[in-house]
């Protein structure tokens, strides 16, 4: 986990089944590792079984399901913000296994996230997400990265 001095006090956790290992995805996982100023946490799980780790409280969790809700990169980066401004310590991106997540898991989720109505491979669908996660707090700190309009 890293932690720089400038960054607010959430860590972005992102859980996921399966390994990553050597590949142009890990690659880019961590190309928005290195370029994320908020703490980031990555924890890979076995395809089945592994516990997910206890979180900070208070937390948010938040599952990749392509029945989720697809946002802009404007509205993630103010759901973050607004999450961070109101105490949240972590907030968890669960990527699940190949069958998704379960319904309790979904009942028990804050927020069902979708990249859009495709379905996308678990190794992309974690570095969409990671770049989303540099977008989102690039537009928080109002730095040129994100150019909308």
Avoid at 42 to 52: A, F, M, R, V, Y
């Amino acid at each position: 986990m890293r932690k720089r001095k400038d960054s607010p006090l959430i860590l972005l956790h992102v859980i996921a089944r399966g390994k990553i290992a050597r590949s142009p995805e890990a690659d880019l996982v961590a190309r928005y590792e290195k370029r994320l100023t908020w703490p980031v946490k990555l924890t890979e799980l076995p395809e089945t079984g592994g516990k997910i780790p206890d979180p900070l409280t208070p937390h948010k969790t938040v599952l990749l399901d392509e029945r989720g809700k697809a946002m802009s990169s404007e509205e993630f980066a103010a759901l973050l913000g607004k999450w961070r401004d109101t105490g949240t310590r972590e907030t968890r991106f669960v990527l699940g296994a190949a069958d998704g997540h379960s319904d309790a898991e979904r009942a028990d989720a804050d927020l069902l996230l979708a990249f859009g109505p495709a379905t996308w491979p678990h190794l992309m669908a974690r570095a969409m997400l990671m770049e989303q996660l540099y977008r989102a707090t690039a537009i928080l700190a109002g730095h040129p990265y994100h150019r909308a309009g």
